[in-house]
Nanobody, 116 residues
Framework: QVLLVECGGGLVQPGGSLRLSCAAS????????MRWYRQAPGKEREFVAF????????NYTDSVKGRFTISRDNAKNTVYLQMNTLKPDDTAVYYC?????????WGQGTQVTVSS
């Protein structure tokens, strides 16, 4: 079965950095685009970043452009989200996502808290 497992979250001060990882299994990872989403307390889940199956065309929501970088290692079945210059507004649970045959799969999420 499809399984997505995120890790790398934590508590960081404003201006700090974190690198999230999402390990995928149960499908042919190299064939599918991957996305990161996040959900802040009391808010709807929102799109953060997208990467094609080949890893050459990333896309980001405006609020993270220039600060976050999505990447993938198809040999390791893993997608990453490098987050720099973090802000308190980045506080959320971060989820990785894949859509396979019109079905959405999500990981369990990893908490990112940006606070001094």
């Amino acid at each position: 079965q499809v399984l997505l497992v995120e890790c790398g979250g934590g508590l960081v001060q404003p201006g700090g950095s974190l690198r999230l990882s999402c390990a995928a299994s149960g499908f042919t990872f190299r064939n599918y685009p991957m996305r990161w989403y996040r959900q802040a307390p009391g808010k709807e889940r929102e799109f953060v970043a997208f990467i094609t199956s080949g890893g050459v065309v990333p896309n980001y929501t405006d609020s993270v452009k220039g600060r976050f970088t999505i990447s993938r290692d198809n040999a390791k079945n893993t997608v990453y989200l490098q987050m720099n210059t973090l802000k308190p507004d980045d506080t959320a649970v971060y989820y990785c996502h894949v859509r396979i045959v019109m079905r959405d799969y999500w990981g369990q999420g990893t908490q990112v808290t940006v606070s001094s």
